[in-house]
């Protein structure tokens, strides 16, 4: 249930994602923090393509073009 509400928060309007949703998605959905240098952290997963997420400066949410990337890449729109 909890994974739910953190997709429809990815979903919503707002999107006030920060690091820690992004990494507990990507986690729940079988990706695994394959490195982390600076303010770059690239995840794995198996047959997939891999996912950057860059951690952004002065704030803690992400910036909306890799929200978007998440969510195209683990097919979470219909």
Known sequence: MEDERLIQKFLSEE???TVAD?????????YILHKSRGSHRVYHKKGFISITVVV?????YLKLPYVKQIIKDLKLEG
């Open 15 to 17: 999107r006030h994602i």
């Open 22 to 30: 992004c990494d507990r998605l990507l986690t729940a959905n079988g």
């Open 56 to 60: 952004p400066k002065g704030t803690k």
